[in-house]
C-alpha cells in the first residue's frame, strides 16, 4: 500500500511519504493526461547562482524550458497565453520576471547535458565555434580560465569528454544574455577542473547576470551555489521544486529526506556519510600483489608502483585527467599489454570502461542473463545491487535506446553481477543523479565485503570517494606527458597527498558527516594547509 500519498504509488526507492497540502493550485504544467507534472518553479534571481538539487526525471529541464520562454506552462488546464501565468504568479518573485519574458526582454543561454551529442550537430574548430558565440567579448578570459589553449585548433570531432564539456562552458558563457542555465557542468571533468569551472559561474553571477546550474557532485554544488532547490517527487510521474534554502541547508535537507518548513518526508531514510574512525579497521586476507608496470605510448609515460590487493576492500582510484588512471586499470585488466612488467595471475576480472558503448541488439533482460541468469533470481542481488539502480524496470528496454545514465547503470550491473575475483570499475558516476551514485557506492561497498571480493574503482566525485573506498591509489605527474600511479594508501593519508595536489581542503559537516570544500584563503583553509590536513577524516 502506499500510505498517505495523494498521487499515482510511487514504486521507485524514493518513495514519499508525504505531499504538501494544496499542492494542485501550484501545478505548473502538465504534459498530458497520465504524464508528468510540474509543481511549482525555481525562482531566477540576477547576480546569484541557484543550484537545482534532485533526481533525474523530476521536471528540472521542464522547468528550465519555461523560463527560458520556449515552452508555455499550461498550468494543468487550458491556457494560452503569457498573461494568465503573470496572473497566476502574482505576489510571487517570478511575477516581474515573467513579465519581462513576455516583452521577450530575457535572454537565456543553456549548457545542454549531454555534451557527447554536440560533434553530432557541430562541425569545425573549436577556435570558429568559440569565436562564433563570443558576443561579450570574453574569449581570451575564458580560454585561459577554462584551460583551452592547447585544443583551439583541434577539430569538435575529436574532442574528448571533459574536453568537449569546457567547450560547452565556454561557448555558454561567451553568448550576451540575461539568464544562464547549466546542466550538469561537471560531467567528465577531474575536480581540478570542476572547481575552475565553478568559479567561472560564480563569476558571472557576479558580474549581475542570473545563473540557473544542475550539478550532482556534491562538494562542487555546495562550492558554487548561493541557494538551493530541492527537487523531488515520483520520476518520471511529478516533481516538485522546494523553496528556496541556504546551500548548506538545502544540501542537508536533501540528504535527511525530509524538508521542515514544509512538513515533507520525500524520502523515507536519511542519507549519512560513515566517519573512518567507525568503519571496519581490520584489513582483510591478501588477494594478490602486482608488480611495477610501465605503459609507454610515445607521447604519454605511466609508471605504477606495484602493490597489494586484499579481499573485500574496494580502492578509489584518483587524480587528474589524462594521467593513466585507464591505462593501468586496462593493463589489470588484461586489455592492454604493459612496456615493462607483467600482469600474471589467474584472477577473474570484471571490468567496465570509461566509455560505454550500446551496441547490443537485445533488452537489457537478454544482455544481464546472457552474463548470470541466476544472479537476476538472487535476493541477495536483488535487495543489494538491482532494486536499488532501478534495474528491473529497465528488462524490457532495447539497450540501444537507452539514455546516458540508464546505460551507465546497466554497465555497472553488467559487470558486478559476473563473478569474478576483482572488478575494475571506471568512472561509474557520470550521468547518475545522486540517489544513484549512492545507490551504486552502496550496492559496490556491500557485495565486496559480503561476497569478500575486491573493487577498484576511478572516480572524480569527492563525497563518492569518501562514501565508497577503504583506500586510496592517487596518481601524480603531468597530465597528457608522463604519469605515476603510487602504491595502494590508507584514506588519511591518500586523501592528504591527492587534495594537496589540488591545493583546496575539506572539512565535514557536523549534522551528516558530509565532506565540505572550504572557500580559498578562508581561516579554516589556512590553517588545514599549515597543518597538512587537507581532509578531515576523523
Ligand atoms: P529532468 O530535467 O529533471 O531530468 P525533464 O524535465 O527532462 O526532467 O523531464 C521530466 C519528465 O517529463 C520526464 O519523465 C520526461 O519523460 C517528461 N517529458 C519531458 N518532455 C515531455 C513532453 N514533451 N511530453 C511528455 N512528457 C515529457
Ligand atoms: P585518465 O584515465 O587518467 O584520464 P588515460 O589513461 O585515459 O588517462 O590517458 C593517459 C594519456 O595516455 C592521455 O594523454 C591519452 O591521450 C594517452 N593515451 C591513452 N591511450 C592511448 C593510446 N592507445 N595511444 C596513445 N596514447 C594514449
Ligand atoms: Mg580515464
Redesign the pocket.
Known sequence: GCGICIHKCPFNAITIVNLPEELDKDCVHR??VN??V?YRLPVVRNGSVTGIL??????????V?ILSGELLPNLCGFNDSWDNVIRAFRGNELQNYFEKLKNREIRTVVKP?YVDLIPKVVKGKVRDLLKKADQRGVLEELVDELELRNILDREIQQLSGGELQRVAIAAAMAREADFYFF?EPSSYLDIRQRLKVARAIRKLAEEGKAVLV?EHDLAVLDYLSDNIHV?YGK???Y?IFSALKGTRVGINVFLNGYLPDENVRFRPYEIRFTKFSERKAQIGDVLVEYPRLVKDYGGFKLEAEGGTLHVGEVIGIVGPNGIGKTTFVKMLAGVEEPTEGKVEWSLEVSYKPQYIKAEYEGTVFELLSKIDASKLMSNLYKTELLNPLGIPDLYDRNVNELSGGELQRVAITACLIKDADLYLIDEPSAYLDVEQRLAVSKAIRSLMAKNDKTALVVEHDVLMIDYISDRLIVFEGEPGKQGKALRPMPMREGMNRFLANVGITFRRDPETGRPRANKEGSVKDREQKERGEYYYVE
Open positions: 504534459y498530458g504524464a508528468f510540474l534532485g533526481p533525474n526525471g523530476t521536471g528540472k529541464t521542464t522547468a524550458k547535458q546542466d544542475v527537487v520520476p518520471g510521474a516533481g
